[in-house]
């Protein structure tokens, strides 16, 4: 770990978007078949869908917890890639250990399944149309969330399903998708860019147009069409 650099956060669940993320939870007035890409230490994202699904839910998390830096990003002297890459067991454990608590304390309310894998190779294997919330914030360079899009896609319950995501900072532009092409290998451009390249043209390229607030994204299946409100 780089002292020098603030400490990797083990809730990556931003306060400005965590409002958003409990509204999209919210929509649903029934329990749901809910699937999370990217758990990290299980104390973010994954603790806003559990507090707010409804009893009878399911939530499905799928996380390699392995080191996945890329070249690009380990050379990046402002962010701690190397020490987030080196806290990987500790974010697995804590999330098995979130994830027994939940269970202890609310026994029966929502089945939890954790699935160490790859996410690229894990939904690969899940049938079609299993599930109503899609929520999408794995490795975030482009061939991953490209791919993570394909599958969530075909996993969305074709009748209403919404999909959703972390990290799109800034809605597309030519220029900006230009620059993103550039930089697909990288997680994060900082300034004056800003944004994740891999999500902006990945989420780009899957759907075209999708809301937006705070980075915060989403995009509702209804009938088997993807749109957004
Ligand atoms: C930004 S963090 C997720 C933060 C979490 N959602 C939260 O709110 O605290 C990204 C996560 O994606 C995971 N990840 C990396 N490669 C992945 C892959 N191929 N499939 C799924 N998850 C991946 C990392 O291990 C890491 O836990």
Same mark, same amino acid.
């Given at each position: 770990?780089?002292?020098?650099?603030?400490?990797?956060?083990?809730?990556?669940?931003?306060?400005?978007?965590?409002g958003?993320?409990?509204?999209a939870?919210?929509?649903?007035?029934k329990?749901?078949?809910?699937?999370?890409i990217?758990?990290?230490?299980?104390?973010?994202?994954?603790q806003?869908?559990?507090?707010?699904?409804?009893?009878?839910?399911?939530?499905?998390?799928?996380d390699?917890?392995?080191?996945?830096?890329?070249?690009?990003?380990?050379?990046?002297?402002?962010?701690?890639?190397?020490?987030?890459?080196?806290?990987?067991?500790?974010?697995?454990?804590?999330?098995?250990?979130?994830?027994?608590k939940?269970?202890n304390?609310?026994?029966g309310?929502?089945?939890?399944?954790i699935?160490?894998g790859?996410?690229?190779?894990v939904?690969?294997?899940?049938?079609?149309?299993l599930?109503?919330?899609?929520?999408?914030?794995?490795?975030?360079?482009y061939?991953?969330?490209?791919?993570?899009?394909?599958d969530?896609?075909?996993? /969305?319950?074709?009748?209403?399903?919404?999909?959703?995501?972390?990290?799109?900072e800034?809605?597309?532009?030519?220029?900006?998708?230009?620059?993103?092409h550039?930089?697909?290998?990288?997680?994060?451009?900082?300034?004056?860019?800003?944004?994740?390249?891999?999500?902006?043209? /990945?989420?780009?390229?899957?759907?075209?147009e999708?809301g937006m607030?705070?980075?915060?994204?989403w995009?509702?299946?209804k009938?088997?069409?993807?749109?957004?409100?």
């Amino acid at each position: 770990m780089n002292s020098r650099l603030p400490a990797i956060a083990t809730n990556q669940a931003w306060p400005f978007r965590a409002g958003l993320m409990k509204q999209a939870i919210q929509i649903f007035k029934k329990p749901v078949d809910a699937l999370e890409i990217g758990t990290w230490y299980g104390e973010g994202s994954t603790q806003i869908w559990l507090e707010h699904l409804m009893a009878g839910s399911t939530l499905t998390l799928v996380d390699p917890w392995k080191p996945y830096s890329s070249a690009s990003d380990l050379s990046d002297a402002q962010y701690d890639y190397a020490g987030m890459d080196a806290q990987v067991l500790q974010a697995y454990l804590s999330t098995i250990l979130s994830v027994c608590k939940f269970e202890n304390n609310q026994p029966g309310k929502v089945a939890i399944d954790i699935i160490r894998g790859e996410s690229e190779r894990v939904l690969s294997r899940m049938r079609d149309d299993l599930f109503d919330f899609i929520y999408v914030d794995g490795d975030h360079k482009y061939e991953s969330v490209k791919r993570n899009l394909i599958d969530a896609k075909r996993l /969305a319950k074709k009748e209403f399903s919404l999909i959703c995501g972390d990290d799109l900072e800034r809605l597309p532009s030519p220029e900006l998708l230009e620059i993103a092409h550039i930089n697909r290998t990288r997680d994060y451009l900082r300034d004056p860019h800003n944004f994740h390249p891999g999500v902006m043209l /990945a989420v780009h390229e899957a759907f075209g147009e999708v809301g937006m607030e705070e980075g915060f994204w989403w995009v509702f299946c209804k009938d088997g069409k993807f749109f957004c409100a």
